[in-house]
């Protein structure tokens, strides 16, 4: 959200709720790494029980956030709330949800314990995620070389053929940029903004309206908390940048951290687990693959994420 001058917590929550757009859906054409949208897909149908219903590729934009921990951090959430939102001339659009601080709370917390993590490093980022069955795992080196495991391979490890990008949301990223993003939250949110305004991702009507880039600056902050190889401080910039999203809310102590959700219209709520304590998601009920396609689960059923440096590939 923009940095706007400090004004009351009802009149920022009311202008943060008209940013944020109605669901549309999008097409993200990616011939050059087809093969890395086949085998995440394909890990995961074939992975599926016959008597469930298998994940499926959404290529709506939904949004989804965090929630519940201490109210040590109330005080930091009303701070972020009047410092990133938008323009103060922002104004109709229905009155908003309002957040629960718990949510906020939980969303700030992680951003203090991301800002003292120290930076890691490695050869390798790793990222793995798991819904039922055979995961699916890749290795991707600073120079876009990836290695893929999982049900496509037959669990062997295999490089694929061309080089991979980091997806902010929807546009490509390099490992580089990652390196350099703002690391005060408006200014992120402004320059993944101009990132998605200048790219060349295309919806099935054309180039994104403005409802639709919202909600791809979201799903980018939302990667770089929950996927991709960020900084502290710009990880801590982006869950202080979703803690000022409305209609945040918390659904108590879940296993491994804290429930949160995000309701956006009629769509159904978007769910992901924070652990606070180490400034990580665990679950989400979508990701976005490196081709930018949205993945989701229906339900209540998470993917469960893992990310880490690592300076080894499997044998």
Known sequence: MNVSPSQSTPDVRADLASLL????????????????????????????????????????RRLFLASAL???????AAVVLMGVGGSGDVGGGPAPVRADPAGQQILLAAATTAEKTPAASGTYWYLRTEAVGTPSESWTRRDGRTWVRGAKTGGTLMELPLPTTFRLGGPEVSFAELQQLPTEPGALRRWIAESVRTSDVRTSAGKPDAAMREQMVFDGLLALVAQLPAPPKVRAAAFQAIAAYPEVQSTGAIAGGQGLLIRLGAEPPARLVVDPATARIRKASYYVT??????????????ALTTEWTDHLPA
């Open 70 to 76: 201490t109210a040590a951090v109330a005080a930091t």
């Open 21 to 60: 757009p109605a669901p549309t859906e999008r097409d993200l054409p990616s011939d050059r790494r087809q093969l890395i949208q086949e085998f995440m897909m394909t890990q995961i149908h074939t992975a599926q029980p016959p008597a469930e219903q298998p994940p499926r590729r959404v290529l709506r």
């Open 290 to 303: 490196a081709d930018g396609a949205r993945v989701s689960l229906e339900g209540d059923r998470m993917f």
